[in-house]
């Protein structure tokens, strides 16, 4: 059966904190003589602010290990995909390239990349190194393809100085979302408690897996959507309901992606929202006056605990086109572990790829930085490793479910049937 819950650090994962001097890039990178030789990557543009001083940090130092110089152009999220799908049809892919966790089976599947494993085994510590929920998602038929580079999770975003005006804490259950949206309706008309995204397609998981639902389940080939089972109804009812119910978000939400989401927070428009581990920072930045009034919490289950929430981020993978597979692994070495992956990701606010990396996040008590980290170890979650998982997304099978049952078109029932008649049909697909 598909394996849902993928916890981010093992529980024991204190004991390998202490590997950031094998696994961090201790290796001897400089074996390698890439003299004369330059390696083509793509990296997705928009996730470091400050990529231009990065690049150029981790370029030069490429080169003084290696001797090879690095090509290093920034592609569109959005226009990410489609290239990829040309490049690989012609044969003209790069060396390396960010691919995001539910590209790198398709790639794989598709011939294109080059299994990692050897090279990953070869360097003292670091299998178990890697968080295991981005390893996971960047295995396909039992090799790793996509080396761990950097993660985050969704977890509530709160106005904390809302909460504390209203007496309200942290929710801890979903009849805590509820109290607090209806004391933040009552006392703040001007707000939407929760405003629910209806084109945000993995701030719906988090319910069903909540409630114990599954997005879908693999039995030997075949898969089954279960977004119509009673579990994932009840949380997908719980959902929708706080705004087809409660009255806690508005119509026009019913069209949102996640960054109108975090526009109308930083307007002022919002109570709490389901928001990544990146993003605080960029709240502020984008509003400086929510300085010291935004609070994080985990996503509660129904009745307490940690709901899953999908563990998104990207690997970086080797195209088998390249000349120069090992020189190629040396950069994606330099990248994912060590000095650069811990620089990375306090640039970009998302977690590190490997568990060494992760100790500052662990041990902080910043209450911006600490919850996000205790829902990565506790609540890391994959949606299902499976190359036709990007066929569910591409028909954008979930959101058409949400926005059939937030604009009143069908009832959770119907819409749940649908879309797991349609999930099903295009998991199976040869």
């Known amino acids: 059966m598909h394996k849902r819950i ?54 030069t130092a490429f080169e003084k290990e290696t001797g090879a110089t690095v090509k290093i152009e920034e592609i569109q999220w959005a226009d990410a995909h489609d290239r ?59 090799e790793l393809y996509g080396m761990p580079w950097y993660a985050g999770v969704r977890s509530i975003v709160y106005r904390a100085d809302v909460f504390e005006e209203l007496g309200l804490e942290a929710p801890k259950t979903w009849d805590d979302i509820v109290a607090a949206g209806e004391a933040i309706k009552a006392a703040h008309p001007e707000m939407m408690p929760f405003p629910v995204a209806g084109d945000a397609e993995f701030q719906v998981y988090p319910w069903v897996w909540g409630a114990g639902g599954e997005i879908a389940t693999k039995d030997g080939d075949t898969w089954t959507s279960e977004l119509d089972s009673k579990e ?56 400086p006056d929510l300085e010291g009034k935004i609070g994080a919490a985990v996503i509660p289950g129904e009745d307490g605990g940690i709901a899953p929430s999908v563990l998104g981020g990207s690997h970086l993978s080797v195209f088998n086109t390249t000349k120069n597979a090992d020189l190629a692994w040396e950069f994606v070495k330099l990248m994912t ?10 640039e970009t606010g998302y977690f590190p790829g490997v568990q060494s990396a992760m100790e500052e996040a662990l041990a902080s008590t910043d ?25 569910v997304q591409a028909k954008k099978t979930t ?30 697909q040869k």
């Open 6 to 59: 993928l916890p981010a650090l093992a529980l024991g994962a204190a004991a390998t904190l202490g590997l950031a001097a094998c696994a961090g890039g201790g290796s001897d990178a400089g074996s390698t003589d890439g003299e004369g030789q330059e390696l083509t990557v793509w990296i997705m543009k928009g996730t470091n602010p400050d990529a231009s001083a990065f690049y150029d940090e981790v370029s």
């Open 84 to 142: 990829f799908v040309t490049s690989i049809a012609g044969g003209t892919t790069p060396d390396i390239a960010e691919t995001g966790t539910t590209w790198t089976a398709e790639f794989a599947d598709a011939g294109a990349l080059e299994p990692l494993d050897s090279y990953v085994d070869a360097e003292k510590g670091l299998r178990d190194d890697l968080v295991e929920g981005l390893a996971v998602a960047g295995t396909y038929d039992d």
């Open 232 to 287: 994932s109804q009840a949380g997908i009812e719980f959902y929708t309901g706080l705004a087809t119910e409660h009255g806690f978000s508005s119509a026009g939400a019913t069209t949102w992606k996640e960054t109108d989401l975090r526009d109308a927070f930083t307007q002022g428009n919002v109570g709490m929202m389901l928001s990544g581990s990146w993003t605080p920072k960029t709240l502020i930045e984008a509003n």
């Open 337 to 346: 572990t060590g000095k650069f992956a811990e620089q990375w990701s306090n």
């Open 367 to 391: 209450p911006l930085v600490a919850p996000f980290a205790e829902q990565m170890v506790d609540g890391g979650a994959s949606v299902p490793v499976t190359p036709n998982f990007g066929a």
């Open 399 to 428: 959101n058409s479910m949400m926005q059939a049952i937030l604009s009143g078109q069908k009832d959770v029932a119907t819409a749940t049937k649908d879309a797991a008649a349609e999930m099903t049909e295009l998991l199976n």
